[in-house]
């Protein structure tokens, strides 16, 4: 595991739900939006959102990372680029 990912999943640790925005880059965020709150889990290198949305958490994807916000960048299948804003 990389540092970033490691302090990723210790500021996950014992959380069940956190607040996130997730936008496609270039398409969607026009201004600060409010987190929704949505469930999580992980599993193996992959933060699971509401038990059916993976999103990967190798130090290569963390845009950044601080006490109470985090950003994974990441292409899904479509090659759209998809940000995930998570707000603890």
Same mark, same amino acid.
């Given at each position: 595991?990389?540092?970033?990912?490691?302090?990723?999943?210790?500021? @996950?640790?014992?959380? =069940?739900? *956190?607040? $996130?925005?997730?936008?496609?880059?270039?398409? #969607?965020?026009?201004?600060?939006?409010?987190?929704?709150?949505?469930?999580?889990?992980?599993?193996?290198?992959? @933060?699971?959102?509401? =038990?059916? *949305?993976? $999103?990967?958490?190798?130090?290569?994807?963390? #845009?950044?990372?601080?006490?109470?916000?985090?950003?994974?960048?990441?292409?899904?299948?479509?090659?759209?680029?998809?940000?995930?804003?998570?707000?603890?």
């Amino acid at each position: 595991m990389g540092a970033k990912k490691d302090r990723l999943v210790e500021m @996950l640790a014992g959380k =069940n739900e *956190i607040g $996130v925005c997730i936008y496609i880059e270039g398409v #969607t965020k026009t201004t600060e939006r409010v987190p929704s709150r949505v469930a999580i889990k992980q599993k193996n290198d992959l @933060l699971i959102l509401n =038990n059916m *949305i993976p $999103v990967p958490m190798g130090d290569q994807y963390i #845009t950044a990372l601080d006490d109470n916000r985090a950003e994974i960048v990441f292409i899904d299948p479509d090659n759209q680029v998809v940000h995930i804003e998570i707000h603890f």
